[in-house]
């Protein structure tokens, strides 16, 4: 077997002769530095004091939060029932939601005194052991402000 002898080729760059190096001192790099920082650590509070151009569009209307969970026969959550929250003194539902996979749900609401009714809408739902389940008995939650409810939906068999 014959050795072969290989030539590697290098090629450096070189700049152009018109092109001079740019000589920058230590110092002059630490001053740019530390004012670099400077300017970073001041862009927080620059923007947090500026005002907004939406103006009080960015404030959020004040609201109630009715807040649920739904449970099964053997008190455990359900996920995806249908729940239905209607105003007291009107007879169809203004809100539909489900429940999501911990069996909670949440829909806000005006604040302000009012009478709620919260039930759950088990039409074409399959429970995950394959029985059929029953609506337990209407929630009725009031609220009075901007706050929350907590309540619960309890199915039967």
Known sequence: MKKRNSTVTIRKFRAPASSSPICVSRHACQNLLLGFLTFLLCLPAATAGAASPSGDKN???????????????GDHPLYGVKVKIRRADQKKAKWELFSDHNGEFAVRVPPGPADYLVTADLKGYKSPNGKQLQAGEEVKVHIDNDERADVGLHLKQ
């Open 59 to 73: 404030h959020e209307k004040p609201y109630a939060l009715i807040f649920g969970t739904v449970w099964g026969p």
